[in-house]
């Protein structure tokens, strides 16, 4: 039923799954019924025509006498799983971004990092108004410095220098 996946799901993400799906396992058997899976897509965000709902509906009949067991639901849910995170940035990504901009791999980026690494990287000058800009964006604790503690920061510096970058 399910195509070669690029990846599994992470421990978190089958656990997000666990926990809708109990929510809508009433009586605790394990099973949920078809009506109950289109309800449970739609609470996690997933808004299924009519007719994906009647095929899906018409398979778990054939299959599995109207109910679905976890595995089934995981193997349903996974492929929309993966296509959303598809797009995102991995840890090792923004780690192996970071270290980039991080010249001196002491876990900071200062103003001039950022100002050499953009050179190095876009072959483009920015002004040093640009950049503190940019750093001031992404400092999350003040220090002048981009540190990489926080994942999210991290997206804002690469969002950060793509505006910047696009401003030239």
């Known amino acids: 039923m399910m195509g070669v996946r690029e990846r599994e799901l992470a421990d978190d993400e089958i656990e997000e799954l666990r926990e809708a799906f109990e929510e809508f396992d009433k009586d605790k058997d394990g099973l949920i019924s ?7 897509m739609r609470m996690m965000g997933y808004m299924p025509t009519e007719m994906e709902l009647i095929e899906l509906g018409q398979n ?3 299959n599995l006498g ?10 349903l849910m996974a492929p929309k799983l993966l296509a959303e995170t598809a797009g995102m940035i ?3 990504e ?18 001039e990092e950022l100002k050499l690494a953009m050179t190095k990287l876009l072959g483009k000058n920015m002004s040093p108004k640009e950049i503190d800009a940019v750093v001031r964006e ?3 604790n003040g220090d002048g410095t981009v540190d990489f503690e ?7 510096l ?4 793509d505006v910047e970058k696009d401003k030239h």
Not at 34 to 40: M, Y
């Open 158 to 161: 690469l969002k950060a220098v």
């Open 90 to 92: 991995g840890m090792q």
């Open 60 to 62: 778990i009949n054939m």
């Open 138 to 140: 992404v400092d999350n």
């Open 150 to 156: 926080v994942c999210e920061n991290d997206v804002k």
């Open 34 to 40: 078809c009506k109950d899976l289109g309800n449970l």
């Open 94 to 111: 923004l780690k192996d971004a970071f270290k980039q901009f991080d010249i001196d791999g002491d876990g900071e980026i200062t103003t």
């Open 66 to 75: 109207g109910l679905v067991d976890f595995e089934d639901f995981v193997e």
